[in-house]
């Protein structure tokens, strides 16, 4: 359930926030986040997870992450998306997504609701558990101007991911910042490669859709994405030196 009443306009951008209840850890095992990556591409599509019991949903989710699809075989339905995924990361008890309606005004209730069910109850017959595995209420900001969508561009791949790289790095400031820089490359579990790399994922919209919503300038502007980013992190490891003369 969202956190008010809001209308989703057909042309709008949504940030997403999901918690886990109690600050739960649901992303510390690397085969939890692959679930969730296969959840993220099966609830897009309504495909059942049912249908998938007997294959290696890790190695597909692995796959999905490069863009191989192929894994599906002759059981992956041709059916519309209810979401655009424009950037997503995970981050240890949370996570975050950026989100644009397709063709269903509900969509991304209902994308929700199939995204949060079904990875609950992996979960918790994982865990042997019950009961909530997310708050049950999900954040939704929208994004009403180009200067904020640029700011949750950065804020959902570059500032999340660093949580997991470093923690505390928001109150220290980044220590390594070399290291700042390939782990966000090389953390498959956010669109970072996607956005600022040259990796290919099957979780987000396609390059055409991904240019119409954050603009051809951020998505084909390389070179200017890396600088970008290199200046963040920049920024961020000389707040360690102000913070050691405080």
């Known amino acids: 359930m969202a956190n008010r009443n809001i209308y989703f306009e057909k042309r709008g951008i949504y940030?997403?926030?999901?918690?886990?209840?109690?600050?739960k850890k649901f992303f510390a095992d690397e085969k939890d986040c692959l679930?969730?990556?296969?959840?993220?591409?099966?609830?897009?599509l309504g495909m059942t997870v049912s249908n998938f019991l007997r294959q290696n949903v890790s190695n597909?989710?692995?796959?999905?992450?490069?863009?191989?699809e192929d894994s599906f075989g002759q059981t992956?339905?041709?059916?519309?998306?209810?979401?655009?995924?424009?950037?997503?990361?995970?981050?240890?008890d949370h996570y975050?997504?950026?989100?644009?309606?397709?063709?269903?005004?509900?969509g991304i209730p209902r994308y929700m609701q199939r995204l949060n069910t079904?990875?609950?109850?992996?979960?918790n017959l994982k865990k042997n558990r019950r009961g909530a595995l997310f708050e049950s209420r999900y954040k939704v900001v929208s994004i009403e101007n180009e200067r904020q969508l640029n700011t949750i561009i950065r804020y959902i791949n570059i500032t999340n991911p660093l949580d997991v790289?470093?923690?505390?790095?928001?109150?220290r400031g980044v220590e390594d910042r070399v290291a700042a820089w390939n782990f966000l490359n090389k953390y498959q579990f956010s669109s970072f490669p996607d956005i600022f790399g040259k990796r290919n994922s099957s979780i987000l919209a396609s390059r055409s859709v991904l240019d119409e919503y954050l603009g051809e300038s951020i998505?084909?502007?390389?070179?200017?994405?890396?600088?970008?980013?290199?200046?963040?992190l920049w920024q961020k490891s000389n707040q360690l030196f102000i913070n050691t003369l405080e």
């Open 15 to 23: 940030h997403i926030l999901t918690r886990a209840v109690d600050k």
């Open 35 to 44: 679930r969730f990556v296969f959840q993220m591409f099966a609830a897009n």
């Open 60 to 68: 597909i989710g692995r796959n999905l992450l490069v863009g191989r």
């Open 76 to 92: 992956k339905p041709s059916r519309v998306s209810l979401v655009h995924i424009l950037s997503f990361v995970l981050v240890v």
């Open 96 to 106: 975050h997504l950026l989100l644009a309606l397709n063709e269903d005004d509900d």
């Open 118 to 123: 079904g990875f609950a109850m992996y979960f």
């Open 165 to 171: 790289c470093q923690p505390g790095w928001r109150e």
């Open 219 to 232: 998505i084909k502007d390389r070179a200017g994405l890396k600088e970008l980013a290199q200046d963040y």
